[in-house]
């Protein structure tokens, strides 16, 4: 695990991308309720940069696994969405026999 903590602290820059795209995928899937206007929608991603951060600076000085957490917050999702989406055939599946 060293060696991919040693990778994240060479490049921070894409350490800090994956964070955001992590965050931002967390935020539009789990908490969008609706479309915001878009000088709403500009504050929230450069707050959400501002936290990409703060992350980005546990994940390098603290070694905290930040970027691991997201990738397995990302996965659960994902199963979630595909079990989801499975259901839906059966019953659509059921309902026309």
């Given at each position: 695990?060293?060696?991919?903590?040693?990778?994240f602290?060479?490049?921070?820059?894409i350490?800090?991308?994956?964070?955001?795209?992590?965050?931002?995928?967390v935020?539009?899937?789990?908490?969008?309720?609706k479309?915001?206007?878009?000088?709403?929608e500009i504050?929230?991603?450069?707050?959400?940069?501002?936290?990409?951060?703060?992350?980005?600076?546990?994940?390098l000085?603290?070694r905290?696994?930040?970027?691991?957490?997201?990738?397995?917050?990302?996965l659960?999702?994902?199963?979630?969405?595909?079990?989801?989406?499975?259901?839906?055939?059966?019953?659509?599946?059921?309902k026309?026999?």
């Open positions: 695990m060293s060696a991919l903590y040693d990778w602290f060479a490049h921070p820059w350490t800090f991308f994956i964070i955001f795209a992590g965050l931002a995928f935020y539009n899937k789990v908490f969008r309720v479309k915001l206007p878009i000088l709403k504050i929230v991603y450069i707050i959400m940069a501002i936290g990409a951060f703060i992350l980005l600076l546990f994940q000085d603290l905290i696994p930040i970027v691991p957490s997201l990738a397995i917050a990302v659960l999702m994902l199963t979630v969405k595909i079990r989801y989406w499975i259901e839906g055939r059966q019953e659509k599946d059921n026309q026999e």
